[in-house]
């Protein structure tokens, strides 16, 4: 009798032993799934593919550090998995910039200012990018451009929408019409816009990208195309693409300075007209009043309080 009832509790014993080996089996699948789940959730946030077009390095790679969070000690990015960067650099083995290098994308061809080039290695960026299905919204940016936000606001507003942004600014130039090949659309529409700036959606993208053997065959004697070809052609291929978002503009062009209150304290440098010498806070205040992002046409010795810029 007492070998039969040890027997039992010693049956008892490993059936508990076992359920207890389950439910710890359990708890811990459970707690893998979930983690899991959690880690996919950050991994796949939409991503703003930022298409950097330089000469070589940033006229202020101080600030654009700033901007994307780059800790010095280890180069990594608090907001690593909201963005993506791309380079092409007319001088690719002079570019030093943490944030550019190593960034260049495979294919690689000779710029010029004002030739159509330009435009060409603009969708070459675009098409690397697009590659990356976590990218949700592209920007073409130069070196001489300056974020006027913080990351989190700059996310936040592109984000916001699934729209395509271009700054439209007036129709002149209608001489560079003239050289297009096969215009889809009457010199009377022709448009222009900055060559920075814009805010492309993952649809628009891929037309862009898939266009660019038509682009070379029709645009390659206009001058100055990347002030026109994207607005222009993109009201083309969609019909539904509303060219004319004049309540949103992402990038501040120099141009539009005498626009502004504060356009004394917005100085431009007297050698290079086309220059920002120095932006007050009360200049970026304004800026941002007007939904600026970006403001375009600094250089290396631009005077402004990055703190302030970044707030």
């Keep these: 009798m007492n070998f039969i009832k040890n027997k039992n509790i010693n049956l008892d014993l490993d059936l508990d032993l076992i359920v207890g080996l389950i439910v710890a089996l359990i708890i811990i699948l459970i707690y893998r799934l979930f983690n899991m789940k959690n880690e996919t959730f950050e991994t796949n946030e939409p991503k703003i593919a930022f298409l950097f077009l330089t000469y070589n390095n940033l006229k202020r790679p101080d600030i654009w550090n700033k901007f994307f969070g780059i800790d010095n000690s280890d180069n990594s990015s608090k907001y690593s998995n909201k963005y993506t960067i791309y380079n092409h650099a007319k001088e690719k083995d002079k570019v030093t910039d943490i944030l550019l290098k190593n960034k260049h994308i495979p294919e ?22 697009i590659k990356d299905s976590l990218n949700k919204k592209f920007i ?6 300056l974020p006027i936000v913080s990351f989190d606001k700059f996310y936040k507003e592109i984000m916001k929408d699934d729209k395509t942004y271009i700054n439209i600014h007036f129709n002149n130039n209608l001489e560079r019409f003239d050289n297009i090949i096969n215009p889809q659309f009457k010199k009377d529409e022709f448009t222009k816009h900055s060559g920075s700036g814009l805010v492309t959606n993952q649809k628009h993208t891929k037309i862009l990208v898939s266009e660019l053997e038509n682009y070379r065959k029709n645009w390659s004697n206009v001058h100055v195309p990347d002030e026109h070809y994207f607005g222009n052609i993109l009201r083309v291929l969609d019909p539904d693409f509303n060219l004319n978002y004049t309540n949103y503009k992402v990038i501040f062009d120099i141009w539009a300075r005498e626009n502004l209150n504060t356009k004394e304290e917005l100085n431009m440098n007297k050698e290079y007209y086309a220059l920002i010498k120095s932006i007050s806070n009360n200049a970026i205040d304004e800026l941002r009043t007007k939904k600026f992002l970006i403001a375009r046409k600094v250089d290396k010795d631009t ?5 302030y810029l970044l707030s």
């Design 108 to 129: 690689h061809i000779e710029t010029c200012w004002g030739c159509s080039n330009l435009v060409e290695a603009n969708i070459l960026l675009m098409k690397e990018a």
């Design 140 to 145: 073409l940016v130069s070196d001489s451009c």
């Design 303 to 307: 005077e402004v309080d990055v703190n």
